[in-house]
């Protein structure tokens, strides 16, 4: 599965910002899919991550509260609602697949998509 990552962008402190991952082919219900970012100087982290169907969903704790993780299976597209955003959340935002059978962070995650910036002023 190829994915293609977008909607990133400079946005103020306490606003929001839509992130939206598209994937090629017929499979992708199949994946569970997952968004991971890295900031400056910083490892790739967790993000947020759901289930094939989309009704699990699992979230880090530094966005639970203020980041949703949806997918609309008919239009092959996983997005990520990202409000009151902080600037800590600054940092190239990564779309995931697994096909893994593991806890859904831990996906593992076999498939990547270039990676969309997302940029906070104060």
């Known amino acids: 599965v190829q994915l293609q990552a977008f909607g990133g962008g400079l946005v103020q402190a306490g606003g929001s910002l839509r992130l939206s991952c598209a994937a090629s082919?017929?499979?992708?219900?199949?994946?569970?899919m997952g968004w991971f970012r890295q900031a400056p100087g910083k490892e790739r982290e967790f993000v947020a991550a759901?289930?094939?169907?989309?009704?699990?969903?699992d979230y880090a704790d530094s966005v639970k509260g203020r980041f949703t993780i949806s997918r609309d299976n008919a239009k092959n597209t996983v997005y990520l609602q990202m409000d009151s955003l902080k600037f800590e959340d600054m940092a190239v935002y990564y779309c995931?697949?697994?096909?893994?059978?593991?806890?859904?962070?831990?996906?593992?995650?076999?498939?990547w998509g270039q990676g969309t910036l997302v940029t906070v002023s104060s």
């Open positions: 995931s697949a697994s096909s893994g059978t593991r806890a859904l962070r831990y996906g593992p995650y076999d498939y």
């Open positions: 082919g017929r499979t992708f219900r199949l994946y569970r």
């Open positions: 759901i289930s094939r169907g989309g009704s699990t969903t």
